[in-house]
């Protein structure tokens, strides 16, 4: 890094943007293998931050707080898949640009409306170039106890 001006989370970011796919479950690889070269570029044009803080177990209706925000942020959504299947969800797209910064991305998600178990969300963050910024966060549903 040139300066400490890249916060802890844009570094985290482009740690995440740059990392190469190994091709399994975030469970076994994570986000993947770090491609140091192009996390270093991609702080040079000020990442975008794609959080989701919150993740463990709910019941009813919850929040999903992070972030989505960056230097030419265009749009979030937010999407959820059951664990070990590929069959994402979109249920939220903002309509504007406003941004989020570790606060709610979408209030009052119903979990009546899953089935109990084991899901991954995933905030999705799109920049006006295009860019895709990602995070996914696990989440437990146990609504029958």
Known sequence: MESARESKEEIK???????????????T????RINTLSSITSLRGYPCI???????EYVGTINIIGSASCRNFNRYSLS??????????TFFTSSSTSQVYNNILYSNFDTLTLDDGDYYFKVSLINSNGDRYEDI?????????
């Open 80 to 89: 959820y898949t059951k664990l070990g299947e590929n069959n994402w969800q």
């Open 50 to 56: 794609a959080e989701i803080s919150n993740g463990g």
């Open 29 to 32: 690889f994570g986000y993947g």
């Open 137 to 145: 966060g696990l989440f437990k549903v146990n609504n029958i106890k």
């Open 13 to 27: 970011a482009a740690l995440r943007k740059s990392s190469v796919n190994l091709g399994d479950s975030l469970n």
